[in-house]
């Protein structure tokens, strides 16, 4: 399940390590180094190095002993119902008994595999499509392996391949890494080793994956956040995805070009709507005022600007992995995570005790809260995306095959988002299922399946058919 962010980039860091186990496939960022050291102006470490005091000290003169007491008795209280007295050190004592766990780059990753076997009933009625391009699946912000527990198996079915699920760092039962231990943390040196909690590891582990498999290439199905890590899989390497398969995907479109069909100053029904809502109205005016001022600040403090960006994300990241910041993140999670759960389903008969254990499981681990924190710095601290350009302005550069899928009720990322990133995207197909929130794969697991099924035969089905008759002539 995701947040509401529809803006999440790519977060890279330096001297990325290769891909282990023999594989064959070397990333663009294996000879990226680190650049200049971050090195403030005067006053500006003072203010760093008052904040690096507050969290050494945990939480800053103002709260001394008095926030510390109430850490600890946050400590002792139950967190989205579980005892926060009674974690374990090892997620891995957490799994079910069809968990598999492998170590990549010293994380090691919980994921889940299953091998398509396909019955009599699907061989009769030729519902198998035999594509042998294996399906690797991403899940959303918030969410595991767990959220793709009911579609593991139709979808195998479905295709006759090999569907694989993993849980990225910071969520589900994969490990929680002491960055300290790695020196990621630490500015002290030009080459450092790779952000677990980064973009750049998500991407890595999905290209390992599809070697784990030992495939070619694989069918990239990314839910929420996870659509992040698949397109940015794509663009890193897109000789290794065979198709991309966005399922409420938290990826903000940009407004399309108009057609032609559609004259210049036709607007969407969407943006209609909001030019009539007086708030909407105010905003826009307002936008319009500050991107005005704006233009004419940054023209006179062009010299500051990457010195106060880099003040801002360092001394926020700081106060992020304080005490202070820990304990919001508990607070936050213990108020909103059973109502994020709730929300995101448009049945609420379906949200029943197993699904709401499935998804709180996570937090009987310990070092959930601060991997947690190290992820949200991660995407803080984002230096590849300086030197990139944002991911809106790439999607037009996406040839593989593209479904997007939506529900008509999803209150986290609205349907008119995935319908706008569907016109950015040249030849995606875009599918509404109705009744439906922000988790198709879970709510209606069937119509998912056929939608995703129907998609794929027609357009990799066929290929695979042509190469096969090909190859007996």
């Known amino acids: 399940m995701s947040s509401g962010s529809l803006q999440l980039q790519n977060s890279i860091l330096p001297a990325t390590p290769g891909v282990t186990n023999g594989a064959h496939w070397k990333p663009k960022f294996l000879s990226l180094q680190c650049g200049r050291r971050w090195n403030p102006r005067p006053g500006a470490s003072k203010l760093v190095a008052f904040a690096s005091a507050s969290s050494a000290a945990g939480s800053g003169r103002e709260y001394s002993e008095e926030l510390l007491e109430r850490i600890k008795e946050k400590g002792k209280k139950k967190i989205a119902g579980i005892d926060q007295d009674e974690l374990v050190d090892d997620p891995e004592h957490l799994a079910d008994?069809?968990?598999?766990?492998?170590?990549?780059?010293?994380?090691?990753?919980?994921?889940?595999?299953?091998?398509?076997?396909?019955?009599?009933?699907?061989?009769?009625?030729?519902?198998?499509?035999?594509?042998?391009?294996?399906?690797?699946?991403?899940?959303?912000?918030?969410?595991?392996?767990?959220?793709?527990?009911?579609?593991?198996?139709?979808?195998?079915?479905?295709?006759?391949?090999?569907?694989?699920?993993?849980?990225r760092p910071a969520f589900g039962l994969t490990s929680r890494v002491d960055l300290s231990s790695l020196n990621?943390?630490?500015?002290?040196?030009?080459?450092?080793?790779?952000?677990?909690?980064?973009?750049?590891?998500?991407?890595?582990?999905?290209?390992?994956?599809?070697?784990?498999?030992?495939?070619?290439?694989?069918?990239?199905?990314?839910?929420?956040?996870?659509?992040?890590v698949a397109v940015n899989t794509y663009f890193e390497a897109p000789e290794r995805v065979a198709a991309l398969i966005l399922v409420a995907p938290a990826i903000f479109a940009p407004n399309p070009p108009p057609r032609e069909n559609q004259p210049k100053d036709e607007k969407s029904n969407f943006e209609k709507a909001g030019e009539n809502n007086l708030i909407s109205r105010l905003f826009t005016s307002l936008s319009r005022i500050a991107k005005y001022i704006g233009e004419v600040i940054i023209r006179m403090v062009t010299g500051m600007t990457k010195m106060l960006s880099s003040l801002y994300k360092k001394v926020l990241s700081t106060i992020l992995r304080s005490a202070l910041g820990i304990m919001l993140v508990r607070m936050l999670i213990d108020k909103f995570g059973i109502s994020a759960i709730k929300i995101a389903w448009h049945d609420q008969k379906q949200i029943t005790d197993h699904v709401l254990q499935g998804y709180t499981k996570p937090l009987r681990s310990k070092g959930w809260d601060r991997a947690l924190v190290e992820y949200t710095v991660a995407m803080l601290l984002d230096v590849e995306s300086e030197s990139k350009p944002p991911i809106g302005k790439r999607l037009h550069e996406i040839s593989c095959p593209v479904l997007i899928i939506t529900g008509d009720n999803d209150r986290i990322v609205p349907s008119w988002n995935a319908k706008r990133l569907s016109r950015v995207i040249p030849g995606s197909v875009l599918k509404v299922i109705k009744h439906c929130g922000h988790l198709p794969h879970e709510e209606k697991v069937e119509e998912f399946v056929s939608v995703v099924r129907n998609f794929l035969l027609k357009t990799l089905g066929s290929s695979e058919e042509q190469l096969f008759q090909q190859a007996l002539v």
């Open 97 to 167: 008994p069809d968990s598999c766990f492998c170590e990549f780059n010293g994380v090691k990753i919980h994921h889940k595999v299953y091998d398509a076997v396909v019955s009599q009933q699907h061989e009769s009625s030729n519902q198998s499509l035999n594509l042998n391009i294996p399906m690797i699946l991403l899940h959303g912000f918030g969410a595991s392996i767990f959220s793709w527990n009911r579609a593991l198996k139709p979808l195998a079915e479905a295709t006759g391949s090999r569907v694989l699920a993993f849980d």
């Open 184 to 228: 990621v943390l630490s500015g002290g040196e030009d080459a450092r080793p790779l952000n677990p909690y980064s973009m750049a590891f998500s991407v890595l582990a999905t290209l390992y994956f599809i070697n784990f498999l030992a495939a070619d290439k694989a069918i990239l199905v990314g839910h929420s956040a996870g659509s992040l």
